[in-house]
């Protein structure tokens, strides 16, 4: 493998995963004696749909270099630049091959991968919706395909947060949904990733957009589908599989093939990953590329390896597929004493914090996530 770093503990959590599919964020003490829950899984394993409209669909993953805006005299001028990478990517892949129904970039196309501290990257952002995102919805209307992109974001709701969005874009040019990322991976490396995700604010967010928008799921004319950037964590995407998801779309700017496989795998779902192209003089160039797309038995539908530029392209017969499905079999009642019992080593709304407060670097992440440590702290 030369992408992600795959170590043995997480390819033992795989396989665990086939029978321990909670990992739904838990609710504070004070609110989950009042929380009303909808409907979020079918007690009988099935799940929401709408009528399909054709009987196959096309995924087309775009994998391409992006110049962070870093690197540009003005910000704009940067936007602008990456936004017409984006538009020829979309004008190569529908013009040639099948019709794309579905289009997936990856998770910075627009910003690149910014470094520095918190106020310096908070400039490297879009908002959603945005010019952007408009512009991107005139490319969908005329290729007849959904967009679907990651992206540094600010949200006039959450002053001072860098958000991490995945955004849908529909047919018709109008966002569909905008997936917040679930969790950061932790204990990776020497600092931590000061982004603002689900976990770290979750009791605000909870009630800012409701339960359902923990794990979104849109259910679109083409399948049922949502978008994810987070990496090596099989609890997540088990929760997105009881929503009932039947094609699942990662983007990426670090990963391993083998989490894509495996995931697809053990939840039953199609899925695809976006992966980004280092510049060569990045020092990054192995950590870039090999997107692909993979079928619920793990099998390779459409890959380009290494790191370059270029369209894959797969075709998922979503019919088929869905006829007599249900969600996953997980034995929750057989692993629940264990689950009851654990808890997770940093809690929840940990950057649910003021303004000023916010952590500025990686570093003062972990220190952040250190002091908050209930493993370190014998909490």
């Known amino acids: 493998m030369r992408n992600f770093p795959l170590p043995i503990n997480c390819l033992l959590l795989f396989i665990i995963c086939t029978g321990c599919a909670s990992n739904t964020p838990q609710l504070s003490d004070k609110q989950s004696a009042q929380t009303q829950l909808p409907k979020l899984v079918d007690a009988r394993g099935v799940y929401a749909t709408i009528p399909l409209e054709k009987d196959e669909v096309v995924v087309k993953v775009i994998q391409s270099e992006v110049r962070n805006l870093q690197s540009f005299s003005d910000v704009e001028e940067g936007l602008a630049k990456n936004l017409q990478t984006m538009e020829e990517f979309a004008k190569r892949?529908?013009?040639?091959?099948?019709?794309?129904?579905?289009?997936?970039?990856?998770?910075?196309?627009?910003?690149?991968?910014?470094?520095?501290?918190?106020?310096?990257?908070?400039?490297?952002?879009?908002?959603?919706?945005?010019?952007?995102?408009?512009?991107?919805?005139?490319?969908?209307?005329?290729?007849?395909?959904?967009?679907?992109?990651?992206?540094?974001?600010?949200?006039?709701?959450?002053?001072?947060?860098?958000?991490?969005?995945?955004?849908?874009?529909?047919?018709?040019?109008?966002?569909?949904?905008?997936?917040?990322?679930?969790?950061?991976?932790?204990?990776?490396?020497?600092?931590?990733?000061?982004?603002?995700?689900?976990?770290?604010?979750?009791?605000?967010?909870?009630?800012?957009?409701?339960?359902?928008?923990?794990?979104?799921?849109?259910?679109?004319?083409?399948?049922?589908?949502?978008?994810?950037?987070?990496?090596?964590?099989?609890?997540?995407?088990?929760?997105?599989?009881?929503?009932?998801?039947?094609?699942?779309?990662?983007?990426?700017?670090?990963?391993?093939?083998?989490?894509?496989?495996?995931?697809?795998?053990?939840n039953d779902f199609y899925s695809a990953m976006s992966n980004i192209v280092f510049p060569e003089e990045s020092g990054a160039a192995q950590y870039g590329g090999d997107s692909l797309i993979v079928s619920p038995d793990g099998d390779v539908l459409g890959e380009l390896p290494g790191n370059i530029e270029g369209i894959i392209e797969g075709t998922i017969p979503i019919r088929a597929f869905r006829e007599n499905r249900r969600i996953p079999r997980f034995p929750m009642e057989v692993v629940q004493p264990v689950f009851q019992q654990y808890r997770q080593e940093v809690p929840l709304n940990h950057l649910d914090l003021p303004v000023e407060s916010l952590p500025q670097t990686r570093e003062t992440m972990k220190e952040l996530l250190d002091n908050e440590s209930r493993w370190l702290n014998n909490d």
Not at 105 to 113: D, I
Not at 207 to 213: H, L
Request: glycine residues 10%; aromatic residues 12%.
């Open 93 to 266: 892949a529908c013009g040639t091959g099948k019709k794309p129904d579905f289009l997936l970039y990856n998770e910075f196309p627009l910003t690149g991968y910014s470094s520095g501290s918190r106020d310096e990257k908070l400039k490297f952002t879009i908002t959603v919706p945005g010019p952007e995102t408009d512009a991107l919805g005139e490319i969908a209307k005329s290729c007849d395909t959904y967009i679907i992109f990651g992206s540094y974001a600010t949200d006039p709701g959450w002053p001072g947060h860098i958000l991490s969005l995945n955004t849908v874009i529909g047919r018709d040019g109008a966002i569909k949904e905008k997936f917040w990322k679930t969790r950061n991976v932790k204990r990776l490396g020497k600092g931590e990733i000061p982004t603002t995700t689900i976990e770290n604010v979750y009791d605000r967010y909870l009630n800012a957009y409701g339960p359902e928008a923990l794990y979104p799921v849109v259910r679109t004319e083409y399948g049922n589908i949502a978008v994810s950037t987070v990496q090596l964590d099989a609890f997540v995407y088990a929760a997105f599989a009881m929503r009932g998801v039947e094609i699942m779309f990662r983007t990426s700017t670090l990963f391993a093939v083998e989490d894509v496989k495996a995931i697809a795998r053990f």
